[in-house]
């Protein structure tokens, strides 16, 4: 995408909205700038947290973990079961 921007008298620039909303960009997300000769490169630095609450929903960012997901309710149900029936401390 090509964007003919202009720098306010503070030195800001305005990322359009488009782009924002294309590359989940937020409010406080954080960017490296490089120069190189005349050319800048604006690189956005990925939150550390991979989930993000979006329109009120949590979304995960990130590389699939390699789990088994029947595997770990199961387990979490019988983890229930044993506190309901008085069987674990907590």
């Known amino acids: 995408m090509k964007a003919q921007?202009?720098?306010d008298s503070a030195?800001?620039?305005?990322?359009?909205?488009?782009?924002?909303?294309k590359l989940r960009l937020h409010p406080g997300d954080e960017f490296?700038?490089?120069?190189?000769?005349?050319d800048i490169t604006?690189?956005?630095q990925k939150p550390s947290a991979?989930?993000?609450k979006e329109?009120?929903?949590w979304v995960f960012h990130g590389e699939p973990a390699n789990i088994d997901i029947v595997e770990l309710i199961r387990?979490?149900?019988?983890?229930?079961?044993?506190?309901?029936?008085g069987?674990?401390?907590e």
Do not use: N
Not at 32 to 38: F, I, M, N, P, S
């Open 11 to 21: 030195g800001r620039v305005l990322i359009p909205k488009s782009l924002r909303e």
């Open 87 to 89: 069987l674990t401390a």
């Open 32 to 38: 490296e700038l490089e120069t190189q000769g005349d």
């Open 50 to 52: 991979p989930m993000t």
């Open 55 to 57: 329109h009120g929903i």
């Open 5 to 7: 921007i202009t720098m």
């Open 42 to 44: 604006l690189r956005h």
């Open 75 to 85: 387990q979490g149900r019988e983890e229930r079961g044993r506190h309901v029936a």
